[in-house]
Every structure is written in C-alpha cells, then in structure tokens.
C-alpha cells in the first residue's frame, strides 16, 4: 500500500511563501511522475505543476515564475515552493505521484500505482 503524506500548509499573508511537502512511503519501486494540484472552494481540481523522475518540470502558465516544483528521488519526496502568494491562491492543494511497487500479499510481484496525497490547505489572507 503507497501512502502520500503532504506537510508545510498553513496561513500566510498576501506576497508572502510557503512550502509544501509530500512524502511517498511502501513498497516503492520507483517514482515516474510527481504533481501538485489544487481545489478552491466550488471549484475542480486544477493542475498546478508536474515533474518526470528526470526533474523536468512543467507549470500552468499562471504559476510560472511563482511557484517550483522540486523532488528528491532517494526520499520519495516531491515539494513545491510558492512565492508571491495571492489570496487566490487559497485552496486544499494535492500530491499525486504515479509510478511502480511491490504486492505486499507478492513481494516478488510488481504493479502500477497511481496515488493521491490526503490534501493540505493553504490560506492566503491579510
């Protein structure tokens, strides 16, 4: 069983940073891809930024230059800095990583995982 466990959310003024991490835990073989995404209040879960297991990274056109998605692969961590953050920025933001396990019932068996951190908020407020 993967499990996401996300940390470093919280309160902060208008302009001011945060930094949020996720660290993956089982049986993991590897990590291919590792995201954030976010969900305001009424709203869909949006993409935020991805990065493949070579540190490529990929931003929505409205993060870029305000928020780094960053990973360490021997930790299984994924983080993601935000700077210059806005009110509308508030939301419950996700990990999500894709990649390669071990049965737990099959230690010698492999399988694909897709797995969802349990979401940590972000407040963005004066």
């Known amino acids: 069983q993967i499990q996401l466990v996300e940390s470093g959310g919280g309160l902060v003024q208008p302009g001011g940073s945060l930094r949020l991490s996720c660290a993956a835990s089982?049986?993991?073989?590897?990590?291919?891809?590792m995201a954030w995404y976010r969900q305001a209040p009424g709203n869909q879960r949006d993409l935020v930024a991805t990065?493949?297991?070579?540190?490529?990274?990929n931003y929505v056109d409205s993060m870029k230059g305000r928020f780094t998605i960053s990973r360490d692969n021997p930790r299984n961590t994924v983080y993601l800095q935000m700077n210059s953050l806005k009110p509308e920025d508030t939301a419950v933001y996700y990990c999500?990583?894709?990649?390669?396990?071990?049965?737990?019932?099959?230690?010698?068996?492999?399988?694909?995982?897709?797995?969802w951190g349990q979401g940590i908020q972000v407040t963005v407020s004066p």
């Open positions: 990065i493949s297991s070579a540190g490529i990274a």
């Open positions: 089982g049986s993991i073989v590897s990590i291919n891809t």
């Open positions: 999500h990583m894709i990649g390669e396990a071990f049965l737990v019932t099959k230690p010698d068996t492999k399988y694909d995982f897709v797995q």
